[in-house]
């Protein structure tokens, strides 16, 4: 029980914080193209670096909302395999797989980010416009990456439990 609580209280701060992150970011985003089309369309001016920022910014949000959709095991998912196999035993198992194969991706994301990162820092890159580090944006990669890897790992554990004590298959 005391791993039980332990996971729920990390449940409880990852959750918290990508909720922060996600609503920060989208204000951010939401309002850097407001000024943009405002600027643009009715003062006929081009801020300089606008455009750059709103689409670093737009990094954070889809990484920490595709990390959001993993937490949440909401992630879209082209899945059929329910049609075609009726035991629920079978079917957790093959869905525990598909959710490892995920995971062994995420893994691969981590990997790579994390390299994409200390190269980044090693090299000092900035912005071409606005000289802001990179590291800044390039970092939610990495932050999204481990976090969608840690919950597929788990649901893929979860679904594999399902399979080994024969429990129904969730048919959403």
């Not at 985003?29 to 000024?35: D, H, K, R």
């Not at 089309?37 to 889809?62: C, K, N, P, Q």
């Not at 959709?69 to 629920?88: C, P, V, Y």
């Not at 490892?100 to 000092?124: L, T």
């Amino acid at each position: 029980m005391a791993v039980q609580s332990k996971m729920n209280q990390i449940d409880v701060f990852i959750k918290y914080w990508l909720s922060v992150i996600i609503i920060a970011v989208t204000v951010m985003a939401s309002c850097s193209m407001l000024l943009q089309v405002v600027a643009r369309y009715i003062f006929e001016i081009s801020i300089s670096g606008l455009d750059e920022m709103t689409g670093h910014t737009a990094v954070w949000m889809y990484l920490m909302g595709a990390a959001y959709g993993s937490f949440e095991r909401t992630q879209i998912k082209a899945e059929m395999i329910h049609l075609f196999i009726r035991n629920d035993r079978l079917l957790n198992a093959v869905r525990s797989l598909a959710t490892a194969i995920a995971a062994v991706v995420a893994g691969y994301m981590v990997h790579w980010s994390y390299g994409y990162v200390r190269w980044s820092i090693v090299k000092n890159e900035v912005t071409p416009t606005l000289q802001v580090p990179t590291v800044y944006f390039q970092v939610a990669i990495l932050i999204g990456a481990i976090v969608m890897m840690a919950y597929f790992l788990r649901e893929a554990f979860d679904l594999a439990l399902r399979a080994y004590r024969g429990l129904p298959a969730d048919t959403e």
